[in-house]
């Protein structure tokens, strides 16, 4: 059995791997993020939820540029996280002035379409909870500069090991939104339904 990296309680090592992997996954092998030296310009839709908030920590640990959007109530922890510049969605023409993204992992629309104009001539929209419009725009990416790409997360103990070891070297936490006893299963997922979340949700049994 894996041991929890040095310095996580079980909980915190519980909430890695499903979404620390799908990060990992969906910067390194459907948006060819490099593991080491990376220069591309990254934009983190979603910043602070669970996906998210494991993007920006990737991609700011491998030299990416990292850009995240959330609310403002959220936006001195994305920073925190390492975030270069965070973006509150919610105010008027939000991306105005910023420079082409190289990649957009999206963690919470689904759709490329409001993204693929924030895009390099070669950039990359992944999403991890794609909606139909990233299967149809998908389809034409031997057409086309920009892609579009799915993340299916795939179990790796491999991948596990790189997360364990960015968190031994102090570059990826999990950001714990709250704790529920086994038998607060409803409210939990009350809470998880309430698209206010910041980091994971952990259940103690």
Same mark, same amino acid.
């Given at each position: 059995?894996?041991?929890?990296?040095?310095?996580?309680?079980?909980?915190?090592?519980?909430?890695?791997?499903?979404?620390?992997?799908?990060?990992?996954?969906?910067?390194?092998?459907?948006?060819?993020?490099?593991?080491?030296?990376?220069?591309?310009?990254?934009?983190?839709?979603?910043?602070?939820?669970?996906?998210?908030?494991?993007?920006? *920590?990737?991609?700011?640990?491998?030299?990416?540029?990292?850009?995240?959007?959330?609310?403002?109530?959220?936006?001195?922890?994305?920073?925190?996280?390492?975030?270069?510049?965070?973006?509150?969605?919610?105010? &008027? /023409?939000?991306?105005?002035? *910023?420079?082409?993204? /190289?990649?957009?992992?999206?963690?919470?629309?689904?759709?490329?379409?409001?993204?693929?104009?924030?895009?390099?001539?070669?950039?990359?929209?992944?999403? &991890?909870? &794609?909606?139909?419009?990233?299967?149809? #725009?998908?389809?034409?990416?031997?057409?086309?500069?920009?892609?579009?790409?799915?993340?299916?997360?795939?179990?790796?103990?491999?991948?596990? +090991?790189?997360? /364990?070891?960015?968190?031994?070297?102090?570059?990826?936490?999990?950001?714990?939104?709250?704790?529920?006893?086994?038998?607060?299963?409803?409210?939990?997922?009350? #809470?998880?339904?309430?698209? +206010?979340?910041?980091?994971?949700?952990?259940?103690?049994?």
């Amino acid at each position: 059995m894996a041991k929890a990296p040095a310095g996580m309680d079980p909980g915190e090592a519980a909430a890695l791997p499903l979404a620390g992997i799908t990060a990992l996954q969906g910067l390194r092998d459907r948006a060819g993020l490099p593991l080491e030296g990376a220069r591309e310009r990254v934009l983190v839709v979603g910043a602070s939820g669970g996906v998210g908030h494991f993007g920006v *920590q990737i991609a700011r640990a491998v030299g990416a540029t990292v850009v995240g959007v959330c609310s403002e109530r959220n936006a001195a922890l994305v920073s925190s996280l390492g975030a270069h510049e965070v973006i509150d969605y919610k105010k &008027p /023409d939000p991306y105005r002035g *910023q420079a082409p993204f /190289d990649i957009v992992l999206d963690c919470v629309e689904g759709s490329p379409f409001p993204w693929i104009a924030l895009l390099g001539s070669r950039g990359r929209y992944v999403s &991890p909870m &794609p909606g139909p419009g990233v299967f149809l #725009r998908s389809m034409i990416n031997p057409l086309t500069g920009k892609k579009v790409h799915t993340v299916m997360l795939k179990s790796s103990a491999a991948d596990l +090991r790189v997360l /364990d070891h960015l968190v031994e070297a102090g570059k990826l936490r999990v950001v714990i939104d709250s704790r529920y006893p086994l038998t607060d299963l409803r409210a939990a997922w009350e #809470r998880s339904m309430s698209g +206010r979340t910041a980091g994971k949700i952990v259940i103690d049994v």
